[in-house]
């Protein structure tokens, strides 16, 4: 069972602009390894930015998505995995 979030995070990135830690809740969420990337062109057609999604474990085990808005630069956590 999934979670849709879509909400803005704050992002702490490597050299690459790959996620090392996220804030969620008023905590940190160290990442463990992501799992997964890719893109998604969305609604190109009504000017939505392209944007980078990483599916990944944080330390404590949970499973999440992230994904960044590249037109500019925006973290948002768009699904919690249960």
Same mark, same amino acid.
């Given at each position: 069972m999934t979670k849709f979030v879509d909400k803005r995070v704050e992002v702490r990135c490597d050299g690459k602009n790959a996620p090392l830690a996220f804030r969620w809740n008023g905590r940190w969420a160290p990442v463990n390894r992501i799992l997964e990337i890719w893109k998604d062109t969305? *609604?190109? !057609?009504?000017?939505? *930015? =392209?944007? /980078? $999604? @990483? %599916?990944?474990e944080t330390s404590a085990g949970g499973?999440? =998505? +992230? @994904? +960044? #808005?590249? *037109? #500019?630069? /925006? !973290? $948002? +956590?768009? %699904?919690? @995995?249960d």
């Open positions: 969305g *609604a190109w !057609w009504d000017g939505e *930015a =392209e944007k /980078t $999604f @990483y %599916r990944l499973l999440y =998505e +992230l @994904y +960044l #808005d590249n *037109a #500019d630069q /925006t !973290w $948002f +956590l768009y %699904r919690i @995995y």
